[in-house]
């Protein structure tokens, strides 16, 4: 499924954003089960990490750890802006894959997995998970989401929203 928009932040990641493609529907029924679907649009972001994300040890965990705070703060700035002007928006959180609003149940989100759908990502297998390969980062990458009912042209205004605040 061809997103509906595709960017880059002065945050330093890209994003996209797509309705739910029906191979999708039932897994996103399950993280978000008073959702309209018909509505909902998905924005996986990938940023772009300094080291290999795949090994191991503190300066990885560090980059981790960088990253998350990163795509934690433009996510609650974005949906802030959606939820005051009264849409339903949650992101989910990339270390727990539960979402962050929306708590009311203990489902995951699988985020490898829908890049692989959303944006035809390739996967590979690492140990006992499945890790993200961006097509030109490779496993370089740290892939995280956002969900809203809002329309298009009220999410792209909060993220330019956000854009502005972090290019101030």
Request: with cysteine.
């Amino acid at each position: 499924m061809a997103p509906l928009h595709k960017n880059a932040t002065p945050w330093g990641m890209e994003y996209s954003v797509h309705g739910v493609p029906a191979s999708m529907k039932r897994e996103i029924q399950t993280v978000f089960p008073t959702v309209d679907l018909e509505k909902l649009l998905i924005v996986p972001t990938c940023q772009r990490s300094t080291v290999d994300l795949v090994k191991t040890g503190e300066n990885v965990e560090n980059e981790k750890d960088r990253l998350l705070e990163r795509f934690m703060a433009w996510a609650k700035t974005v949906c802030d802006q959606l939820t005051s002007a009264g849409h339903w928006a949650d992101y989910i959180d990339p270390c727990s894959g539960l979402p962050m609003v929306h708590t009311d149940l203990n489902t995951v989100y699988p985020e490898v997995a829908a890049l692989s759908i959303l944006l035809g990502y390739q996967t590979a297998n690492a140990g006992c998970c499945k890790v993200l390969l961006h097509p030109d980062w490779g496993s370089a990458v740290y892939p995280a989401s956002l969900f809203t009912e809002a329309p298009q042209e009220a999410l792209l205004a909060a993220i330019e929203t956000a854009n502005a605040a972090q290019s101030a």
